[in-house]
């Protein structure tokens, strides 16, 4: 059974920083894709960014590409947000998620918060 835990959230001021966790597990997730997702209130899901995990290619949402950096690592199972010049635009509900051909497994979510 497919497990993943996000952690690392919570309330910064525009301008900071922070790197949220999700730990993998159940299963080996070779050629899987690594993503991580947000919805803010009253909005859909968008997709943020993703990482293949053997290949270790990735690829960001135009809103975060320069602030942000998907990283994984293989030993810990665990994929990295790390979130840069963090903007009040950027408060939601982070999801990681993971698949082959599409994301069947998805996190429970944690809470990000940028004060202006």
């Known amino acids: 059974q497919v497990q993943l835990v996000e952690s690392g959230g919570g309330l910064v001021q525009a301008g900071g920083s922070l790197r949220l966790s999700c730990r993998a597990s159940g299963r080996t997730f070779g050629g899987y894709s690594m993503g991580w997702f947000r919805q803010a209130p009253g909005k859909e899901r968008d997709f943020v960014a993703a990482i293949n995990w053997s290949s270790g290619g990735t690829r960001y949402a135009d809103s975060v590409k320069g602030r942000f950096t998907i990283s994984r690592d293989n030993v810990k199972n665990t994929v990295y947000l790390q979130m840069n010049s963090l903007k009040p635009e950027d408060t939601a509900v982070y999801y990681c998620?993971?698949?082959?051909?599409?994301?069947?497994?998805w996190g429970q979510g944690t809470q990000v918060t940028i004060s202006s």
């Open positions: 998620a993971s698949g082959y051909s599409s994301y069947a497994y």
